[in-house]
Antibody
Framework: EVQLVESGGGLVQPGRSLRLSCAAS????????MHWVRQAPGKGLEWVSG????????GYADSVKGRFTISRDNAKNSLYLQMNSLRAEDTALYYC????????????WGQGTLVTVSS | DIQLTQSPSFLSASVGDRVTITCRAS??????LAWYQQKPGKAPKLLIY???TLQSGVPSRFSGSGSGTEFTLTISSLQPEDFATYYC?????????FGGGTKVEIK
């Protein structure tokens, strides 16, 4: 059974940093691209960042470029999101998502970890 | 960046109704479009990928069609468990976008 379990969320002050993790199991982790998607309270889904199976290709939303860094450790079956210079508008539930075989859609999602940026 | 525009943003319907949601892309995306269902407090669930392929385990009352810039999600006979928010999504070269969502509520 595929499982994606996010952790690392919490309450943080504006300008500070936070590192999210996503522990994957139930599939061959290094065969698939992985992404982070967020959802602000009461709002729609917003893509944040994605990384290829071997970390050779990476993309970021314009809203987080230069502040967030995605990475993965295939030996640990884990995905990460380092978030620096956090802003109030980064407040959201952050989901880890596994891509399907063509890397064009998300077939499994975690339950999310909540990040709240507030003083 | 490719923008996805969903319509309507809100839909009120009755059990048994046929429901259609549209997603328009700002440029051609071939058939690289997916549809998700999200219920309150839950993660999104993949319904349709590659514009028209039903994800395993998803009821056959859901169907998708389209290519290029215009896509539709159809629910042939709305069931009580289908009241939720639906999103379209495209992903290309490690950049993805979602539509704004369509909330389907009970009339």
């Amino acid at each position: 059974e595929v499982q994606l379990v996010e952790s690392g969320g919490g309450l943080v002050q504006p300008g500070r940093s936070l590192r999210l993790s996503c522990a994957a199991s139930g599939f061959t982790f290094d065969d698939y691209a992985m992404h982070w998607v967020r959802q602000a309270p009461g709002k729609g889904l917003e893509w944040v960042s994605g990384i290829s199976w071997n970390s050779g290709s990476i993309g970021y939303a314009d809203s987080v470029k230069g502040r967030f860094t995605i990475s993965r450790d295939n030996a640990k079956n884990s995905l990460y999101l380092q978030m620096n210079s956090l802003r109030a508008e980064d407040t959201a539930l952050y989901y880890c998502a596994k891509t399907g075989y063509s890397s064009s859609w998300y077939d499994y999602w975690g339950q999310g970890t909540l990040v709240t940026v507030s003083s | 960046d490719i923008q996805l525009t969903q319509s309507p943003s809100f839909l009120s319907a009755s059990v048994g109704d046929r429901v259609t949601i549209t997603c328009r892309a700002s440029q051609g995306i071939s058939s690289y479009l997916a549809w998700y269902q999200q219920k309150p407090g839950k993660a999104p669930k993949l319904l349709i990928y590659a514009a028209s392929t039903l994800q395993s385990g998803v009821p056959s009352r859901f169907s998708g069609s389209g290519s290029g810039t215009e896509f539709t999600l159809t629910i042939s006979s709305l069931q009580p468990e289908d009241f939720a928010t639906y999103y379209c999504q495209q992903l290309n070269s490690y950049r993805a976008t979602f539509g704004g969502g369509t909330k389907v509520e009970i009339k």
